[in-house]
């Protein structure tokens, strides 16, 4: 076992909380899961090793329970509110991605737990549609960009940083808090939503289930598209760096890729796979999507971030993991 910590994941049976539980396992540290929901297939196969406490965070009770019987010494916080239950039902986005938020912290300061690191979303910054951090110079955003959250999602993402930031301030809880830029994978692929991010997830599906897909605009839009196992490496590092100075990261995957460019990697994995996209940005136009490029920069430097798939590693491995799951 690594060191004597032991982990708490929270959403553990999500997208990025599976390849959280598994990296953390691989890296030999002890985890516990919690979730709503029972065993993901990404957690099931751990062969008993991870512990899956079934709770809720929005009962600090459940939380502190958990925490307490297992002794937990670090926590990541992923649990949100299940999709697509988001903008449209900001009272259940209150109750869980933010009032579970603040459980967790509370429930890490009365336990007396080490570290806490939150999952945290790259749409607390401003929408960028022209330069320098839109269309067609895409400089990156640093974290100290002035925030402007626009949607409830986003709104309680930016109160949980804010809160985070109080219970450290104020109870020397230490907090870290990962900006996630738009990942693709394959267990959001599988889903077949219909979000900005899915249209690249519904691409690489679609070819291999021999379908066709049609983006009739967008190609030209640049998009920062992290791959869930750079996500998951994001969070744990915020959860075990040494040291977390700076207390928020972006994380994402530091370049602009396009549809186009996803679509011709799709094509040199799937050859003959018939994909069309249209020339011009906002691929998604009905969604209002958020296109921005993550500097990443400072969580290099501070917690050892460093994404290991390029989109065309990333697109790869997506196909090599869903083969195994349709
Ligand atoms: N760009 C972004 O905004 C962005 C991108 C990716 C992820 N994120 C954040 O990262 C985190 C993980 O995202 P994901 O895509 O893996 O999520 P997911 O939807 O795949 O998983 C969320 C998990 O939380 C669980 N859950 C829901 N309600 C719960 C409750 N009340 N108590 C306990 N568990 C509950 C669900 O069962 C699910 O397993 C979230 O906080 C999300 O907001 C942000």
Known sequence: MAGGDVIMVTGACGAI?????????????RVVAFDQIGPSRAIASLDGRVPLVIGHVDDLGSILDAVRAHRVTRIIHLARVASPLNDEHPGSLYQVDFGGSVNVLEAARLAGV??????????????????PHGHPTYAPVAEEHPPAPGRPYAIFKWAMEQVALTYARRFDLEVAMVRF???????RAIRRGTRAA??????????????????????????????????????????LAP????????????AAVTLRD????VRRLVPGAQIEVGPGLE???GFGGHYIILDISRAR????????????????DCMEELRTML
């Open 243 to 254: 040291s977390v100075p700076s207390r928020i990261y972006n994380i994402g995957s530091g």
């Open 17 to 29: 909380g599976g390849h959280v539980v598994r990296r953390l396992d691989r890296l030999g540290h």
């Open 283 to 285: 691929f998604n136009p």
């Open 301 to 316: 430097r501070e917690i050892g971030y460093a994404p290991e798939f390029d989109l065309t590693r990333g697109i790869a």
């Open 181 to 187: 830029s738009t990942y693709y994978g394959p267990e």
């Open 262 to 265: 996803a679509a011709q990697a």
């Open 114 to 131: 080490a570290r806490a690191a939150l999952a945290s979303s790259y749409n607390i910054y401003p929408r960028a549609t022209e330069p």
């Open 198 to 239: 899915d249209v690249l997830n519904r691409m690489i599906l679609n070819a291999l289930e021999g379908q066709p897909t049609v983006v009739p605009q967008g190609g030209d839009q640049g998009f920062d598209a992290v791959y869930v196992k750079d996500c998951a490496q994001g969070a744990v590092a915020a959860c």
